[in-house]
C-alpha cells in the first residue's frame, strides 16, 4: 500500500507563487509515472502535469510556461512550481502515482488534495 500526502497549498494574489509538495510513504516497487491533477468546482478532474520514470514531462496547455513539475526520486517525492497563477488556477489539486509492484500488476494512487486559492 501507498500513501500519499499533498502540501503546499493556499492562498494567493494573482501573479503569485506556490510549490506544492508530494510524499510518498509504504512499500513502492517501481514508479511508472507520477502526476498532478486539479478539480476546479463544478468541473471534472483534469490533468495538470506529469512525469515519467526516465524524466520526461508534459503540462496541459494552460499550465504551460507557468507550472513546472519535479520530481526526487530518492524520496519519492513530487513537486509542482506554479508562478504567475491566475484565478482559473484555483482549485484542489491532488497528485497521482502510478506503481508498478512486485509482480508486474499496476496500481493508481491518490493523495487526499491540497487547495490552491488565487484572488485578490
Known amino acids: 500500500q501507498v500513501q500519499l500526502v499533498e502540501s503546499g497549498g493556499g492562498l494567493v494574489q494573482p501573479g503569485g507563487s506556490l510549490r506544492l509538495s508530494c510524499a510518498a510513504s509504504?512499500?513502492?516497487?517501481?514508479?511508472?509515472?507520477m502526476a498532478w491533477y486539479r478539480q476546479a468546482p463544478g468541473k471534472e478532474r483534469e490533468l495538470v502535469a506529469q512525469?515519467?520514470?526516465?524524466?520526461?514531462?508534459n503540462a496541459a496547455d494552460s499550465v504551460k510556461g507557468r507550472f513546472t513539475i519535479s520530481r526526487d526520486n530518492a524520496k519519492n517525492a513530487l513537486f509542482l512550481q506554479m508562478n504567475s497563477l491566475k484565478s482559473e488556477d484555483t482549485a484542489v489539486y491532488y497528485c497521482?502515482?502510478?506503481?508498478?509492484?512486485?509482480?508486474?500488476?499496476?496500481?493508481?494512487?491518490w493523495g487526499q488534495g491540497t487547495q490552491v486559492t488565487v484572488s485578490s
Open positions: 497521482n502515482f502510478k506503481v508498478l509492484n512486485e509482480f508486474g500488476i499496476l496500481y493508481g494512487y
Open positions: 512525469i515519467t520514470s526516465g524524466g520526461s514531462t
Open positions: 509504504g512499500s513502492i516497487f517501481r514508479i511508472i509515472t
